[in-house]
């Protein structure tokens, strides 16, 4: 099949057909989703936590996200690979922004980018990147890199004053030229409103079904992460479980000599062993 654009994922959306995305940090794990026919695969921020371990995503840099792009590059043919802009790489300067933009792209291999907000500052890079050739994502509702400001896990938009917030900020992403929009965490009518008002995709989580898609941390969706799983999470499978019996179910075996077994070994040629074995000396008194 062809190459999935960000020109696709718009058309998805006036076809009337739901958009599903999901992270992937790696090559094994991209490569799996990849075939499971995904039409777009964030390498998010969220890496912080599911992969290295910190309790929010501003530890993520840069390199961190270049380096996990070109793993997952690697893997995929078909879905459109996005890159979160991490903590503090774009909101400093238009030339910074753009280097690090840059180096998503050339180095990691991300055909998009993700930005959170839409403050003024964040529009105009907007323009900045989409006016270099790149696409851009935007991100409305609950922003994980504000999470010392708003808490963790806030639902935003509850109120009337902050719904029409979030759908003026909504249609300027648009006016921008962001491709998509992904609403984190904001209540199901005023997604569905949004997502009407907009001529643009939006990708929900924790948002309802009328969004024009959905995205999940793919750790969250297969039982991965050790961490707070949101209510909006439906798991799926249960990794954690399944590996942690095969590595106990392997330490039996090692430990009973059950592993490996012969047909699991490398095995001499009968005449060389013959040879070989003559090398052995007997043990000394």
Known sequence: MAKITANDIVKLKHEGKPIVCLTAYDFPTAATVE?????????????????QGHDT??????????????????????????????????????????AHVGRMVKDGGAEA??????????LARIRKIIGA????MGHLGYTPQSVHYFGRRIVRGKTAAQARVLLENALALQEAGCFAIVLEMVPWQLAGLISRAL???????????ECDGQILVLHDLVGFYRGYSPKFVRKLADVTASMRAAVQEY??????????????????AEDVWEEISRLEKPTED
């Open 35 to 51: 075939e499971a026919g995904v039409d777009l695969i964030l390498v998010g921020d969220t890496l912080g936590m599911v992969v």
């Open 57 to 98: 995503t501003l530890t993520v840099t840069v390199d961190d996200l270049v380096y996990h792009l070109s793993m997952v590059r690697r893997a995929i043919k078909q879905a459109l690979l996005v890159g979160d802009m991490p903590f503090m790489s774009f909101q400093e300067s238009d030339e910074k922004t753009m």
């Open 113 to 122: 980018v993700k930005l959170e907000g839409a403050q003024p500052e964040t």
């Open 133 to 136: 050739g790149i696409p851009v």
């Open 199 to 209: 001529n643009i995709p939006t990708i929900g989580i924790g948002s309802g079904v």
């Open 251 to 268: 330490g039996e075996l090692v430990r009973g000599r059950r592993y490996p077994a012969q047909e699991e070994s490398v095995a001499l």
